[in-house]
């Protein structure tokens, strides 16, 4: 994410719950790398068993000051629906 996006935020949270429309959350640990915010622990999990690919465009709109909400389109611009059968399983968070 560019470093302007920062500027949406008093402070830039250490921690962002990205929210699915599906409406579950995962946690994922922000991290500030080469003058841009980044995804760190987390994001690699949950591009892994969302089986975001390459070609893939993900979206963040902002909900609240720690929570994202994405949106997946896959290589074709469809949005990706999907309720992943591991999400329970794995490092989802608690509501």
Request: proline residues 3%; charged residues 25%.
């Amino acid at each position: 994410m560019p470093l302007d996006f920062t500027k949406h935020f008093v402070a830039v949270p250490m921690e962002f719950k990205l929210r699915n429309n599906t409406g579950y959350s995962w946690k994922v640990t922000v991290k500030l790398m080469n003058g841009k915010v980044t995804l760190d622990q987390g994001w690699a999990t949950y591009t892994a068993v969302h089986q975001i690919k390459i070609g893939y465009m993900v979206t963040f709109k902002l909900l609240t000051p720690n929570t994202l909400k994405v949106i997946i389109f896959d290589d074709d611009g469809i949005e990706v629906v999907s309720k992943c059968r591991k999400h329970d399983k794995a490092f989802a968070a608690k509501e």
